[in-house]
């Protein structure tokens, strides 16, 4: 059974709601994460858990696996990244690049 | 427990290990990232992978292509083979030091098979056949409404942070450091920077 545009919109929508709210609290750190952003999170995320529950369930299997399918174009567009990385020659974490930096820094 | 509540616990718990592997190595919940993202791939995939019935089969099927539980272990596998095959990349490139051929031949193998297992391999009657079960770019497209979605949702996340960022009141200064702090920052310092003068 595939979904229809509005039902497939919506669990995208929900997904990104959902994953906002769960970095957020697994990531909370006393008098750092602002209370409001915790709250309004949950609270955008319950309404979008709760507008999904009337979309069949058939309908949100069939949108994560088309999400899957087209997330297999990942390593496609990860390739030209890391042919990019293999062919630089810099060399930014070595040792003696910071020595170099350094003694710049301190003859100026 | 039933099988969807398995994945989505498992899909849980992988965003929040991605999460806690950004907080930095002096958290805790840092050096607890890679435990909770296995966990989360066991309450997944486990429960497929270790099922009695004919795996294979199920993954060579007419209807494989509709298996949940078939189509999560294939996107774990070239997932899982695209990262640490980038891990090693990028570990072997002259970026982080001397350039080491065999890690980054290594590194490119795992890549190059997680592009063949996504587009070549794919679940269905043709899984073998690289020719046949070939991906195709038109049934990618059909996901545009659900990445139009997280797309949406994204732009509303950042417009929540942003909102709440700027509506937070400012906090007050942050005092300077006293003498045993600022000793002990020198030490941490000194420390890693390996007695380079």
Do not use: C
């Amino acid at each position: 059974m595939s979904a229809s545009f509005l039902e497939e919109f919506a669990v995208g929508f929900t997904i990104s709601l959902v994953w906002l709210t769960i970095h957020v609290i697994s990531t909370y750190r006393r008098a750092n994460t602002p209370g409001r952003l915790i709250a309004v999170s949950l609270t955008f995320s319950a309404v979008a858990l709760y507008l999904l529950t009337s979309v069949p369930y058939e309908s949100v299997s069939s949108s994560l696996i088309s999400l899957m399918y087209f997330l297999a174009l990942a390593p496609l567009v990860a390739t030209p990244l890391l042919l990019k990385i293999t062919a630089s020659t810099s060399n930014e974490f070595d040792i003696t690049v910071f020595q170099e930096a350094d003694s710049v820094s301190d003859s100026e | 427990m039933d099988a969807p509540f398995l994945r989505v616990a498992g899909g849980v718990l992988v965003l929040v290990s991605i999460s806690w592997n950004r907080m930095g190595p002096s958290d805790f919940r840092y050096r607890m990232a890679l435990v909770i993202a296995a966990i989360g791939i066991l309450l997944a995939i486990g429960r497929d992978v270790f099922s009695p019935s004919d795996f294979y089969g199920r993954f060579s099927g007419d209807d494989a292509s509709t298996d949940m539980g078939v189509i999560l272990l294939h996107f774990f596998i070239w997932a899982l083979l695209l990262v640490i095959g980038s891990m090693l990349t990028i570990r072997g490139s002259r970026v982080y030091g001397s350039i080491s051929p065999a890690t980054l031949f290594s590194g490119w193998l795992l890549v190059i098979s997680s592009i063949s297992v996504a587009m070549f391999f794919r679940p269905g009657a043709d899984l073998l056949d690289p020719m046949r079960g070939v991906f195709s770019i038109w049934d990618a497209l059909s996901a545009a409404p659900i990445v139009l979605g997280i797309i949406s949702g994204l732009i509303a996340a950042v417009a929540i942070v942003a909102w709440s960022e700027y509506s937070e009141p400012p906090l007050p200064p942050t005092p300077g450091l006293d003498d045993d702090e600022r000793l002990h920052v020198r030490k941490i310092v000194e420390d890693h920077l390996g007695g380079v003068n």
